[in-house]
């Protein structure tokens, strides 16, 4: 997965207040301000594609259409007044769909061979009669269509929207059947024309602007979802787009803000390295992230407190003497107020946290982490003050992984300095302070910097979980890494899950 290095910057912190940036028009400028990409390549808008029908369907099916008023002049009968009432699609079908991407313009979708059935009523009357005082009779129209959208696709609001005004219905096959066709000859061939022609007009204008309302429920569903995604308890992430989505034979691509929020303040980016040559096309899905958005959620997570871990002194006896046996000279040279602490594990805890905000870099090599941890040991149960103080600075090399929709982090510490501070019963042992300082680094970098990332592993899978990501067929992830920015590229399948949820949302 990732080979990390040991650079560190000092980056973004969430003390300053956020700047706010319409969509821009200048590509340069755009990247700039630029701190999330989605990449969706041709091979992933194809399993898209597949759902295509669904959402069709649910805007056949969801569309309202109006009832329509008129005359017509008939030889022989005068001025016939009319209505349509109560039209209803049933026993819809649809063939296939097709789509191509059209380099700098938007989509072009094709769904053939619609099959659908409208019903509805029609009143009428004759001379001065009011239609409806006059007849009524049910109609039926059986019809095969073929549908054409080409949807734009433009940032409104800060926003990716769809236009769809580009709409077009071809009906193929037109029979109306009045009340079973049961009625006189005439009648039928007064209605049939016009009735044809108005439910035509009727249909195109209600499905095209059905289709427009659901391609942007769609893309607020989607940007929705990613928002929440990113959001946990105090802290968010804005996606906001910088830029109108790029479209090419090959791929979409949309730039977003990235701005981490946190009690009302926001990050800043100003600078962002990123280039649309950083990513790839032979993936179905790719994030690039910026350091400068990495950061400032670290931060934010620091700010909230998140950075913090209890160990009780039954696990800390087990990490040292049991789960590490080829360290058991720990045995050996164990500082002997610690031993003695650890005499009795049920009545010890070390309390460890994060003492300043952490700073990431990345490489073409990997990401570096570096950190301040503090940590205190307590010895019985009624101590209130500890027995053991220490703090280390390290710098550590992460590796990442996501495997059974699982993460783990490895850990590769490449710096480390250790001081410590006894209470003065434990200075009575006699032990030295770079004993303490010895022992306390080697413990620091064997068993506690694994022990922080098993913690923060499944804690970072819960979080992944909490919002979905467990309910996605990812294949083969993969994190790359570049000079102040971080690529994840993979293959997936499409959530069906999610289908549901957005029609759900889209039919109420």
Known sequence: MARCTT????????????????????????????GAVCRLTYPAAVVLNEKTTKVIEAAFQHARYPSVQGERSVLFVGRVLYGLENLEIHNLSIGRSDFELLPGEGISLAISNVSAVFRGTIKYGYGSWLVNVGHSIDFEVQSRIDLGIKPKLYCGKGRVAADTTDCYLTFHHLHLLLQGDREPNWLKRLFTDFISFTVKLVVKGQICKEINKVANILADFIQDTAEQFLTDGNISVDIGVTSAPVITAN?????????????????????????????????????????QVLNPMIT???????????????????ELFETFPDKSHHRNYIPEFMSQCLMDPGSSKLRVWS????????????????AQASGELFCGNDSTTPTLFFQTELEVAVTVSYVDKKVFLHGNTTEIWIDTNLSSDSQQLGETQQQYNEYIRDAVKTIGIPKVLSVLGPELTRLLDQQGTNLFDIYNPEVLHGDGFVVIQMDFGFPHHLLIEFLKQALQ
């Not at 934010?300 to 087990?318: C, E, I, K, M, N």
């Not at 073409?364 to 982490?369: C, D, E, I, Q």
């Open 7 to 34: 650079a560190v910057v000092l980056l973004l912190c969430l003390s300053l207040f956020g700047m706010s940036h319409g969509c821009l028009e200048d590509p340069a400028l755009a990247y700039r301000h630029t």
């Open 251 to 291: 791929y979409i691509e949309s730039l977003h803000k990235g701005l981490t929020k946190y009690n009302n303040l926001s990050a800043v980016i100003n600078e962002s390295v990123f280039h649309p040559s950083q990513l790839t096309e032979h993936k179905m899905l790719y994030f690039w992230l910026s350091d």
């Open 300 to 318: 934010a997570a620091h700010q909230d407190g998140r950075f913090h871990l209890t160990v009780s002194g039954a696990a800390l006896y087990h």
């Open 355 to 370: 003492s300043s905000v952490p700073h990431l870099k990345s490489s073409a090599l990997g990401t570096s982490v570096w």
